[in-house]
């Protein structure tokens, strides 16, 4: 007993087919931020070829129609946020994952076709699909990290999956202007990133699996070892494909709804800096920083590289039994949103002469939100494994309703671009929003799974039982 216990423990220290799906899951989630972003660059040079590779199309579109293009993404991708947890449970993270992400690969790569058959029109109804499709992958990886990645290491394999998001982010940001410079022109930064998704795509529908009992290389040490983890986490004996989704305690339990409000704020504070700081930037200090492809992706850089050094520091306390996992999801959140809510107040009375100073904050508000990663954004596993990506799907449902309104609400707010009381208005609600979300889930925030992880069984007749992703 005691030598299967050693064997375990040393198996779950070593590489194993758990780290090379990880690895996955952040070339997933690169692509899918890449591909994200692309649009919001590429617009750039499609409306003005001067700037970039005169030899290709223009397009003459406003400043209204270019916002509703890049707004449209958004319009799908809410929608399919809480039907892909459940499909994901249904037919395993695999699938959704290696569907959404494929249509949306091959959607890019068409984008310039379209833009030249359509004009504005087909290219905002195609973001729209790309979003429905996108909205498949949060709640997928999160099916496929709970399924995959036994408990004591989802904080460290966690952060490694999600760094492709900011990772995605500083590739497309530093590598578009190159792409729409060069003789290939803007069309290449839609090839590139779509095409790169389909090699994903590729390796992910040969290696990538939606468990552990999926996956035949597997060995039967790492595989008992995963299993057995996970299986301390539930009560139930029932057949977790037996499992009927508790909406009602869900929406009843106050760790869940804390964790809404977190994700909610989270949100509200990242795409406010994403979409409004240029502006800042430009009309305020005088200063575009997108006029600097480096300058921009510096705050993403930071963020990817600070994730690492905040899960560097969660396994140091994590092997050392120096905090439970409640105070170090709290912990982590508070670095990540509460830090950064003192260098938006700061950020708020810099001056015009200060651009290195307004920079330097900038890089420390969105460096910092990397510990989040290791707070609410795997608080969904800790509550409820069987369920977790169905979670995700509804805090990512509702928190990116918060990303469209943020930007609205500086659009009320900001009348004057150049006047700084105006933007002051809007970092200390971002800050305020984000002192109350954090501070929500430090007193109803929970670590421990919940009773409704494992609700009793449905009766039904003549059924053939689901195949379950999380085995």
Do not use: H
């Given at each position: 007993m005691v030598k299967n216990r050693r064997f375990e423990e040393d198996a779950a220290y070593g590489l194993g087919v758990r780290h090379w799906q990880t690895f996955l899951f952040f070339f997933a989630l690169t692509v899918a931020y890449a591909q994200r972003v692309n649009l919001s660059v590429a617009l750039?040079?499609?409306?003005?070829a001067a700037a970039a590779n005169p030899a290709f199309p223009e397009y003459a579109w406003s400043e209204?129609?270019?916002?509703?293009?890049?707004?449209?993404?958004?319009?799908?991708?809410?929608?399919?946020?809480?039907?892909?947890?459940q499909l994901a449970r249904k037919f395993g993270g695999k699938i959704t994952l290696l569907v959404g992400l494929s249509i949306c690969s091959v959607l890019n790569v068409l984008t310039p076709i379209f833009a030249r058959w359509g004009d504005w029109q087909l290219v905002c109804a195609l973001r729209v699909v790309e979003g429905l499709c996108q909205g498949v992958v949060f709640p997928s990886v999160h099916t496929l990290i709970s399924a995959w990645v036994p408990p004591n290491e989802r904080p460290v394999l966690g952060t490694c999956a999600y760094a492709g998001n900011q990772f995605g982010t500083i590739v497309m940001m530093a590598t578009s202007g190159l792409l729409a410079s060069s003789s290939a022109g803007w069309p290449?930064?839609?090839?590139?990133?779509?095409?790169?998704?389909?090699?994903?795509?590729?390796?992910?529908?040969?290696?990538?699996?939606?468990?552990?009992a999926h996956y035949k290389k597997i060995s039967v040490e790492e595989r008992k070892m995963i299993e057995l983890a996970q299986a301390s986490e539930s009560v139930s004996e029932q057949p977790k494909e037996k499992l009927h989704t508790p909406w009602l305690s869900f929406f009843t339990s106050p760790a869940f709804l804390a964790l809404i409000v977190a994700h909610s704020a989270n949100?509200?504070?990242?795409?406010?800096?994403?979409?409004?700081?240029?502006?800042?930037?430009?009309?305020?200090?005088?200063?575009d920083i997108?006029?600097?492809?480096?300058?921009?992706?510096?705050p993403y850089f930071a963020m990817f590289c600070m994730s690492f050094v905040f899960s560097a520091i969660a396994m140091q306390l994590n092997k050392r039994n120096?905090?439970?996992?409640?105070?170090?999801?709290?912990l982590f959140n508070s670095m990540g949103m509460w830090v950064s809510m003192c260098s938006l107040i700061g950020l708020a009375y810099v001056t015009a002469d200060q651009s290195t100073l307004a920079v330097a904050l900038l890089t420390v508000t969105v460096g910092f939100n990397g510990a989040c990663y290791l707070g609410f954004q795997i608080n969904h596993i800790?509550?409820?494994?069987?369920?977790?990506?169905?979670?995700?799907?509804?805090?990512?449902?509702v928190s990116n309703i918060m990303s469209i309104i943020a930007p609205l609400l500086v659009g009320f707010i900001v009348t004057n671009e150049h006047d700084v009381e105006q933007w002051r208005i809007v970092f200390f609600i971002a800050a305020a929003i984000y002192l109350v979300g954090n501070g929500l889930f430090v007193i109803f925030g929970?670590?421990?799974?919940q009773p409704w992880n494992d609700p009793p069984a449905k009766p039904r007749r003549n059924s053939t039982p689901q195949v379950e992703s999380q085995h």
């Open positions: 750039v040079a499609m409306t003005d209204k129609t270019k916002s509703l293009i890049l707004s449209s993404f958004f319009w799908g991708y809410v929608l399919t946020q809480v039907p892909s947890g290449s930064i839609f090839y590139v990133s779509g095409g790169v998704g389909c090699l994903w795509a590729i390796l992910f529908f040969i290696w990538g699996a939606s468990s552990p949100n509200w504070g990242f795409w406010t800096l994403l979409t409004e700081i240029p502006s800042y930037m430009k009309n305020v200090l005088g200063k997108k006029s600097n492809a480096l300058l921009s992706a510096l120096c905090i439970s996992t409640v105070a170090s999801r709290k800790d509550l409820s494994p069987n369920f977790a990506g169905i979670l995700m799907g509804i805090t990512n449902c929970r670590a421990s799974v």
